[in-house]
Structures are given as structure tokens and as C-alpha cells.
């Protein structure tokens, strides 16, 4: 339980880079965008995919992606596809230079030596 | 994303959830999970759907107003599940919130509605004042060459107009019907920015006299004696007999000054006289209207009308001595008589609603007691305090709102009431009467009333019932804790507050029952049994010449005298002020002379009316045209003027009239022959100093016929009418009364506002009586394991019921002590409405103290009284 609210929390702060990463490979639906971090961080997160949507509708509201309701093309099924807008790729920009710096300031504070090569 | 579309948005919301647990459920199965399995693992990998949901609502930025509903929800559930509780606070919330809403539409109608004229702030009243000895400041019209000289500043008024109420009678066909009319100047009309419908105003020649037989008709007259007439232009109306063409219609809309109906305008023209150098003096009853520049402040135009009242004075000492003008604003000048009553109403109301918000409260509070478990369940499950309080307070709101909208109602009847009255007894002269409703303003007030009340009554209890200990609550035991204490001292606060509010209500009502009372036993200087009266009006075209006037009255005195069952028949025309200077006596500083009621009575009257003689003689018919000019003064006259001298023997001399356009009376030296006793009748609250004239020296046209009989006074009126025609067969008689009908009807007009306040009086000490019953019948449950103990331990049923008296007594103590220092720092707002005692009258002040005293401990009786049956074994078996 303590580690499940630890990557949570961490998660929390990142979540919405992560989605917006995800999007820029072309519009998904929520189950997709879940499953996709969640596999690509080899289920590290823990994820539950149901925590995205109060992120992904936190986004919407500011504009950063949009959404609408659209026929998958492999099944005859409606779902609701998340869309990077211009404004949201900005933002992605702007938070993944935010992480690096970020890391980058935890690194040195953590692993001095390594700076130090 | 608006916040009405949020049922679609979770629609939406909920169709996406779906969508992902089906496709994760589909996933798992091929998985080659069973289906509930599949079902399980899908939700388990999707997360909890509720916190979900709720966060994702979060991020639609409405969940505040979310909240609120499901808030509003909740409470509307929790109130109907506790009837009881709900229907008693409702109808306290109702009562509280109607009254306040009722008295406010009394304040909307008539100060806070602007006047029905373009640009209202420009438009203001003058008057001339001055101090008056021995009546304190007096203001009256302002005289014609005073207004010529006003209108000359012209970079302070755009226009000054003057009228004079007319009552004209329509002389055509069978029956002349009275109508309201009213002479007005060339500038009166277009102060208001008003034109007529059809045709035109007056123009400056028809202002001049001679030229002055035109007419614009009222809008509701041309609808019902001339059926909407499109052609009336050019037509005649007859008004007392003389012609009058007509040549405009007012619109439907229009009111004169302010809210007055008139049928019918015609143009006043001043006379010579009036502008001459004497009408100065003697025409000062010309009620005057203005509208000032634009951009010019009543204030800059009192500072110029100050310095002109200077000029005057020095350039007409004789007419204008001692004498100023006031400017003020015109709305504020029509409301002006009924400003500090209306005032004192309404705080009356607001004191019935705070009591009513502390009923309410205690209730709250005795119900948070009951809930406390609910409560505390709802902390324990992840509740913060301040959303604990939220739904409290919402529960309060909603519970005001409830009883606001009942109130309206209440409001709504009040209104309808209301206005019946002040339209039935028009002496109360209530601006704006007959539009008493709830308009916006009043809708507005009694929202901000209902939201600001649920607020006050419910704050205090829901911080409280917050703050609970969790432990302490979910156990439930009865035990005293120190948040018990805390609530305790609230309780009483309140009961205390309710008690001293209601004290101050119920002094306020003593005062007034005392005063009407008191104005009851008025010393009325009249015998009004077995009089009646009726008023006679002699048309100016048929009674020009003076003689004929008192020719008719003389014959209809004889007439009416010899009729079997009259035991005395007087005629009097009610006085008009006039000025005069007691010869022999020390000429005061003009504007200082003294002042009377100037009364033309036959010699008669005075046994007719019962009027008893102090000093002197009564008048005589020898005090005829052509003898020594007489008067009588009345007993306040003549301490007032003659303090230390007999007035008897000597004379004085009348200056002027205010009142009157005509100069009859004026710098006339009368003997004064004898002093009557005072009479009320017109004022009730103070003796008027009283001038009596004989008619034969004074000619009327006007007057009241007063005959004293020794049968049933109205049986006689059929014969008073037959004399009356037996000397003109056209005369009528007007309103025929019986004197003690009239003065029943001037202590109606007095009668009504007491009524309403003696209302909220009981009102208030009703509520309080049910607060201190509430909070002691509480206090009695809560220590019924105590009180047990100590009946278990010895202590008999009088002393339980002694110690719960007690400790009612001591809270009703508290409250009356505060209760009586407010009553006695607000007494001073009651000093001008008490007759007879002062504002601070002790008996009545013990006896509003014994009332609430009583009723309070009435009050605490009941649950004292249960306390003292209780049961010993059974209540502590109970535990």
C-alpha cells in the first residue's frame, strides 16, 4: 500500500506529461493511453488506468488536448479519442524541460561524483 | 463547459468509464478468465470508479456548485424526515421574514420608488418657515411675490410652480358632482415634464386673470363622464357654475404631486392683491414646486434661497421678517410626515426576526444534539469540518428559504391589508398608498433577508455541532462534556437576546396602548353625545355677495332651531392660522407673534358643541355687523399670550392670514369678551390656542352645522334637509354625522399603527415564551439522569420543580435587565409618539417587565413540572 501511494504520488505530478507524451504519437482513447504507459514503463507505475481520466478531463478543460466520440477503426465501436491541440504540444515542451531540469538537479544533488566525469 | 450541462457531461463520463471496463473486461477474458472473474480483475485493474468519478468532477471545476445541490438535495431530505421540526421552524422563519417583507413594501412604496417624473433628483419643495413662539417651527406655502422673486434666479430653478387644491363642483346636468381639482401655474405642469395626451398647457395669458376659464382633464374623467371623447377639444365644462373650454387630456399615467388622480386643472391667476405688496404677506399658501438647473445640488440651492430670504427681509421687513425658505427634495418632502414611523416599524419587525433566527437556532442546536451521531459518522468516513459546516449551513439556508417563501405569502396578505387601510382612512395622507406590493425591490429585500437569516440562525449551531469528539459522540453516552457547556451558554445567550428584544418590543407597545389610552381620556372640551354635524357649502355664483351668505345661515339657524327635538344649533367654519398682536401688551419682535386657530362660529355653537365658558361672556346675536368686533380665545390662547394679565376687556389685533388668499380679518382689532375651554377634535395630542368670531361680523360661505337634539340626533336630518330647502331649493347638505361617529373615526387613524406594533409585540413575546419553553423543556430532558439521582437521594418534587423554576428565572432575569437598558436608550425615538407620560415611564415599563415575566415563567412551568414527575427508578433503569 505505501509503495502503491509513493509511485502515485510521484505519478501524480507526471501524469499529465506522460499523457501528453503519448498523444503526440496520434489520438487515443483512455484505455489505450493507460495501457500504453502502462507497458512502456514495463508496469513500474502500477497505473491504475482509471486515474487518468480526472487528469485527461483536467487537460481538456485547459485546452490542452481535445475529445471526441469516434468509430475505432478496427471494431464497430465508438470510442472517445483524446487529440494533442497546438497548445498542448507547447505545454508538453514546457514540462519535459521542466522534468529535465528537474532530474538533472536531483542528479547532481545525488550522484555528485558522476557529475564530476 | 457550462455548469447546467453537467448531467450530459456525466453521461458522457460515465458511457467513457464503461467503455474502458468493457474493453479491459474483453482483454482479461482472453485471458481465459470466466466472465466474473474477467468482470472482477477489469475493476480491480481500473481503480474505484466512485473516487473516480469525484475527482474527475473536481476537474471540471463545478464541483463547488455540485456540492451545493446534492447539499440542497440532502437537506430538503433530512427536513422531511422531521416534520415536527420543520414545520415550526418554517412558520417562526415565516412570520419573522413576512412581517419585515410587509413593512418593507410600505418603506419600497414610498421612499425608495423614485417620484414617476423624468429626471426626479431635480425636483424640490418650498417653503416658507420660521420659528414660531410657543409653537416651536412652523412652515407654511410660499407667498406669490416671494415665488416672482424665487423664479427670478434663474441659475438655480429651470421652473417654480405654484398651486391651490381646488374643490370644484361640475354644474351640469341633474347632479353636480365633486371633483379633485386643482389650480395650477403657467410652470406647475411642466415641472414634471409631463405633456398632455391630447391638446396643450396652459399658456402664459391664460395664467392672467380674466383669461383664465380653460380646463385640462384629469385622464379618468375624460374616460368616464366624457367616454374617451376624441373631439373634446374646444368644449365647455362647467365648474361651479362658470365655463371652462377645454383644451387638453392628460395621459393615463400622469399623477400630480406624485400620486394624485386629479379630474380636472385649470389655471391659477393670481389676483392684484396677492401680487401685491400686501399678497407678500397674505398669500403665503401657495404650495410651491421647483425644478432645479441642471447640476445645481439641493444644498448649493438652499445656500441661494438663505441669502434672498436675507435680502427679503431687509427689503420687505413687514411681510417677510423672521421668515425663511427651505428647499428640499421633492420625494423626500411628500414622505417626510411619516418617515420616523416608518422607521420605528420597521425596527419593530427586525427585532420579530431576530427572535424568530433565535428560536430557530436553539432549535438547530437541539437538533445538532440529536444528530450528533450522524455527524460524527460523517467525520469519520473522511469529512472535513468545513464540509460539515457547508452542509449545515446549507440545510439552514434551505430551511430560511422555505420559510421566506411562505413569509412572501404572509407579506403578499399584509400588503392587501396594508393598503385598505391606508387608502380607507386617507387622514394617515400615506404617499403612495395605493401601490403597496412586492416589487422587485421588495422580492430583492426579502431574498437577501431569507439567505442572511439562514446564515445568522444557523452559523453559530453548525460550528458547534462540527466541532464534535468523535470517540465521545459514537459512544453516545449522556454525560456532561465541556462542548455541553459550551452549547449551554449559547442557548441561554440567546433566550437572554430573545427575552431583552422582546422586552423593548413590549415597552414600545405599552407606550402606545398607554398613549391611546391617555388620548382617550383627552379632555376633548366638547360634548359629542347626541350631536350630529354636517357640513354646508353655499356655491360662490349663487352666494357672491356676503350678505346673502349670512342671510341664509341666519335663516336656516332660526329654522333649524324651531324644530321639535333640537335643543341647540350652531354653525362654525374650522379654523384657518392667522397671526396677532395682543394690544397693550409688549410688541414682540416680528416672527414672534402669536399665532391661533381663527374659528367663525354663531353664538350658538357653543352650547350645540358643549363648549363650557371659563371667563366672561359666550358671543351674543347682539354682537352683530356694525357693533363692537368681538372674539373668544380659547383658555390655552390666553396663558399662552395673556400670562400674567386678564385678557378680558382687552384687545388684539389680527395680522394676517396664512392660510387664505383673501384678506378677511386682516389688522383688525377685536375685544376679547370671554375664554372658552380648549377643544380637540382635529388634533387629539395638543390644545390649540383658539380664536372664536361671530359670523355676522365675519361672513362665510362655508360651514358645519352642529345641532344638539334630544332625540336620536340622525332622526332629525330629514327635517334639517327640508329647512335647508325650504330657503333654497338647491342647496344640499353634505355628509350628515354623528359628532361621536367623527371623532371614533380620528381615533381609528390613531388606532391602526398602534394595532400593528402591539402585533409585533405579541409576536415577539410569543416567540420568546416558546424559546425559554424550548430551552428549558431541553435542559430538563438532558438532566433527567441528575435530577433522578438527587429525587433517588431525598430531594423532594417541590424542590426539583423549584431549582428548574429557578434556573428559568435567572436566564428570564438576565434578559429583562438588558431588555429594560435598551428599551430605556431607545425611548427617546418614542418621546414624539407617547401622549400623557414620558418615554420613559416607569409604570409601564414594570407592567411590559411583569407581562414577560410571567409569560416566561408560564413558559418554563410546563417543563419544570415534568422534571418534578420523573420517575426515579424508571429514569435511572433507563441508563
Redesign the interface.
Known sequence: MAGKRQSSNLLQGTLDMLILRTLLYGPAHGHQIGKHIQRTTEDFLQMQHGSLYPALHRLEKRGWVTAKWETARDRNREFKYYRLTEKGRKQLLVEESQWKQMSEAVARVMWPAAEEN | ?KWWQLRKRNA??E???Q??LD??EEEQRERNLSPEDARYAAR??????SL?RE??H????WANIERLLADIRYAFRALRKSPGFTLTATLTLALGIGANAAIFSLVSAIVLRPLPYPNPEQLVGLGQWRNQKGEGYVQTGVSGPNILDIAAQKNIFQQVGYCRWAGFNITEGNHPESVDSVMASLDMLPIFGVQPMIGRLFTAEETQQGHDQVAILGHKLWQTRYASDPAILGKTIRLDEKPYTIIGVMPARFRFTWDQEMGVFVPLALTPDELSEQGRATSRDLQTQARLQTGISVKQAQAAMDTLATNLETQHPVANKGWGFKVEPLHAAYYRHIGEPLLIMSGAVLFVLLIACGNVANLLLARATVRKRETAIRAAIGASRRRIVAQLLTESVVLAAVGGSLGLLLAYIGDRILTFEMTHYRQYSVPNASVINLDWRVLLFSLALTLLTGVIFGLAPALIASRTDLNESLRETGANSASESGRRRLRNGLVISEIALALVLLTGAGLLIRTFLGLMQVDLGIDPTNVVTMGIDLPHYKYSATVNQTQFFRQLLQRVQALPGVTAVGIEQPGARVFFQPEGEPVVTPGQEPTASLNVVSPGDFPAMGIALVAGRYLAQSDADGATPVALISATAAHRYWPNANPIGRHLSVLAKVYSGKNEGANQSLEIVGIVKDRRGYDLWEPRSDLYVPFEQHPISFAYLNVRTSVAPLSIVPSIREAVLAIDDEQPLNDPMLLTEQIARTYGTLRFPMTLVWIFASLALLLSAVGIFGVMSYTVSRRTHELAIRMALGADRFMVLRQILREGFGVTLIGVAIGLAAALSLSRIMADYVYGIKATDPLTYAAATMVLVLVAMAACYIPARRASSVNPMQALRNE
Do not use: P, Y
Open positions: 463547459m458522457d463520463l458511457r467513457e468509464i467503455s474502458d474493453l479491459e480491480r485493474a481500473f481503480g474505484n470508479t473516480i475527482q474527475t473536481e476537474a471540471w471545476g
